[in-house]
């Protein structure tokens, strides 16, 4: 016999297989000589109340074994004779796609403009340690995209976007915990995911596929409404090489700017499209744990971490009709230094699978309208990007030039005082206290302002001196979005080109960049 129910139990019981078990039983009325098995298929934490709770869906086993179910993707051995589709960028909707082109028998030809996970981590460093920006290969650009090494979130709000559990178990299949395929909000760190990706990698060579890394888009070749070739630049040599492209995905992520100004410069069109700017706000983790789960003392945190995660928040209000809301909010988390270029600071965060870093950090961000780019509109649907830019090299020059980021005591933020010292932060290239609304104009800053208050009434110890806030959070999305008809997915004025995630305005992270990059293979297939 088989039966799922719906339990909910405390964190000590659904952290503990036999009390999980021995709970079980006892609803089932059964006993313990009974062949039994217990299988968890569904947890998520509610901290609405002091007394915290796990809600938990099992499938009992009652005098029978589980069948073991193993999931194989269907993927094609691909040859010379195979139909291609070109794809720019070996981020999730890249690398998804590449696994789509497989299930389907087309062989993906990929290129990415930076290295490969293993050899990313030499430029990373040097950003950390030594303030080098590499341009092609940093925390943006490279094998696995941005999300490599910056937390590897696997929730999302797109569940009409495609089959979450395909891609769930796409990863689990390539080396994730099964447990991605069991929590609310599922997660694989930092730590743990350059290895899923070389198994992506592996497995889309291992069926003929192809991955080239070092090869930046440098330009299209156009006839009659179609991309007939693309030319690609080798990063080492400069060589360019012409390739020619049947169906070309543009998977190129959000900070992949040269993009944007190709399109543009070509008469391709594209438009500009509002998105979110501010900073990374980092707490002690301490501090969060105690407000979300109701702790009276240190004791009682002590008790209750035992067998509770680090705790996040969703937070968000509004300011003079104005968005202000918590983004990519990282538990027991880092926060990284993201820029792509010379005189910027960008910053981003991450956290390891185990989330057991002292720190908490999310981007607090504003979210801007067409109307507030005004000031740029020489540069067309360009106009955002600029302001972008004008406000990563403001954080550069008032963080000293380098890498050293601009930051302030959030309290000290709130009620314009200036912060004399800073606490302890992850961010390792080092910070400098600034009066952050000089870096961020009247605006965002007043815009945060507001609404670190409101937070701050919603979150009793949020608004605190112990907390810092570090410029600037703006990579949240593009500030480009690269049109596609809804149905075919393909750019209105080109018959093979599909804009795809977020890089072209349709996704917001790791899970829906993937489905996007799926579904872009799948209006393909349908396409003939």
Known sequence: MIKELQLVVSPQTAFTEALLKSHVLNELGLSTHDTFTIETLRRSIDARGRNIKINVKVRAYINELPQEQTYEPPYKTTGPHSKTVTIIGAGPAGLFAALQCLELGYKPVVFERGKDVQARRRDLAAINKEHIVNPESNYCFGEGGAGTYSDGKLYTRSNKRGDIEHVLRTFVYHGASGE????????????????????MRETIRQYGGEIHFGHRLADLVQKKGKITAVLVQNQETGHMTEHACEQLILATGHSARDIYELLHRK????????????????????IIDSIQ?????????????????????????QVNGYGVYSFCMCPGGIIAP??????????????????????????????LELRDFEMYKQFGPLAGLEFQKQLEKQAWLMGGQTQTAPAQRLQDFVNNKTSN?????SYQPGLKPVAMNQVLGKLIGQSLQQGFKAFGQKMRGYLTNEALIVGVESRTSTPVRIPRDKDTLLHPELSNLYPCAEGAGYAGGIMSAAMDGINCV???????
């Open 180 to 199: 991605i395929l069991v929590d609310a909000h599922p997660h694989i760190g930092t730590n743990k995911l350059p290895n899923i990706i070389v198994n």
């Open 267 to 286: 008469n391709i069109l594209v438009e500009a499209k509002p998105f979110a700017m501010g900073v990374r706000a980092e707490h002690p983790q301490s």
């Open 293 to 317: 789960y109701h702790c009276g003392s240190l004791q009682e945190l002590t008790e209750k971490r035992q067998y509770l995660p680090a705790a996040s928040y969703s937070l968000v209000h």
């Open 338 to 367: 993201c820029a792509t270029g010379p005189e910027q600071v960008v910053t981003n965060g991450w956290s390891p699978s185990k989330r057991n870093n002292p720190y908490a950090n999310s981007g607090i961000v504003v979210g």
């Open 421 to 425: 010292d800073l606490p302890d932060c």
């Open 522 to 528: 799948k209006a393909i297939h349908k396409g003939g």
